[in-house]
């Protein structure tokens, strides 16, 4: 079979997906076909972190939850492909970068893509919905209000969308904040014209860490609600009594707790950081923090797709008071524990904010 041949066939009123929109919008699941492959039949797979957070292609998922996985290095003997056909080679070189990948997160995806030079069928694809964009308002007016503030101080000015802003600093309609962004644009060492293009880059920035902060704090209820239930299993007369159980329990608070503490004081940096950057504002102080934040897209990533597979997967089985004590407690031996070491060393494994500062 050559390699641009279509290996197999999945019955379009079969196959049941989330919207692409949507799929953008996770830190677990990469849709194929933005991705300039040869073999056609991968435009409809997606790559996916599974509930033992490996890498696998998903060849199709139904409605019910039927989900066709397959291992990334096996897929193309599953395609009916010749594994060493050169002419894969750009192929495989490529699906084995993405599947190292710790979060398919756009923010993540984007610094990838560039790296390795891959184009995209549609380079408007690597951006969050609008849906998403809309949900992040209220985390981004931490942003954009010391912002304001720099050009529009004392004016009631509301901003519904980063869209917007923009389109305020493109043609301000008072004199001072003319002078103002002058001044911005002089401190930033740039043309006032190119303001605008200064604030999609601190835009995007700041966005992937609304993105992040947003999942952050979706995920916190889902934890608490999980130590609380390893907090009842500890307390049951008949499962503590198993001292593995027991240890799997101490073990999971201890890495969910330190994971947590240390994402929040991350982000509590980030915040502190970019505040500071207000103070005075340079090209300087602005390629700082945006540096800062970029380099840490790949941990923050890797560690919020982790938990977001955990959680989600207790969720299905055990939300809304599913599923006894006991079944909790086998679930989280056998299911839940696996894969907390690899979020815990992606998480060992962030750069250092102090370091990246100087």
């Known amino acids: 079979m050559t390699a641009t041949a279509e290996a197999i066939e999945i019955p379009a009123d079969e196959e049941k997906s989330s919207d ?52 990334v290095n096996e897929v193309w003997t599953v395609l009916g492909c010749d594994p060493d056909d050169p002419e894969l080679a750009t192929d495989r070189g490529i699906l084995s970068n993405l599947s190292a990948l710790y979060s398919y997160d756009v923010f993540s995806l984007r610094r990838l893509l560039r790296d390795l030079g891959i184009p995209l069928h549609d380079n408007a694809a690597l951006k969050l919905s609008p849906e998403k ?26 901003i519904k969308d980063f869209d917007q802003l923009v389109g305020l600093f493109r043609s301000p309609d008072k004199d001072s904040a003319l002078k103002n962004l002058q001044i911005m644009a002089d401190k930033l060492e740039i043309g006032l ?20 902060r947003e999942c952050l704090d979706s995920l916190v209820p889902k934890i608490t609600e999980l130590l609380d239930n390893l907090d009842d299993i500890r307390g049951n007369f008949q499962l503590k009594s198993d001292r593995n159980l027991m240890k799997t329990c101490d073990f999971m608070e201890e890495k969910l707790t330190d994971i947590t503490t240390s994402l929040t004081g991350r982000f509590e940096s980030f915040h502190q950081h970019s505040n500071k950057m207000w103070e005075n504002v340079t090209a300087e102080s602005f390629k700082s923090v945006r540096d800062m934040i970029a380099g840490h897209h790949m941990t ?35 299911d839940m524990r696996h894969g907390m070491e690899i979020i815990n060393r992606i998480e060992q494994s962030a750069p250092s904010i102090v370091d990246m500062q100087q």
């Not at 996916?48 to 490996?54: D, P």
């Not at 809309?134 to 509301?158: C, I, K, N, W």
């Not at 190119?194 to 992937?208: H, N, T």
Request: aromatic share 10%.
């Open 133 to 158: 964009a809309a949900e992040l308002a209220d985390y981004m007016g931490a942003f954009t209000r010391p912002l304001l503030s720099q050009v529009y101080s004392g004016m009631e000015t509301e």
């Open 193 to 212: 014209g190119d303001i605008p293009k200064f604030l999609e880059d601190y835009g995007d920035i700041f966005m992937s860490l609304a993105y992040f």
């Open 20 to 71: 692409a929109d949507s799929q953008m919008d996770s830190l677990h699941i990469l849709p194929l076909k933005i991705v300039p492959f040869k073999i056609r039949a991968l435009n409809s797979a997606c790559l996916i972190k599974n509930s033992r957070l490996e890498t696998v292609v998903e060849l199709f998922k139904y409605e019910e939850g039927t989900s066709g996985q397959v291992d």
């Open 300 to 334: 923050l990533g890797g560690v919020l797709c982790g938990l977001a597979v955990k959680m989600d997967l207790w969720d299905t089985k055990f939300g809304n008071g599913r599923g006894g004590l006991v079944q909790r407690a086998e679930f989280i031996m056998v």
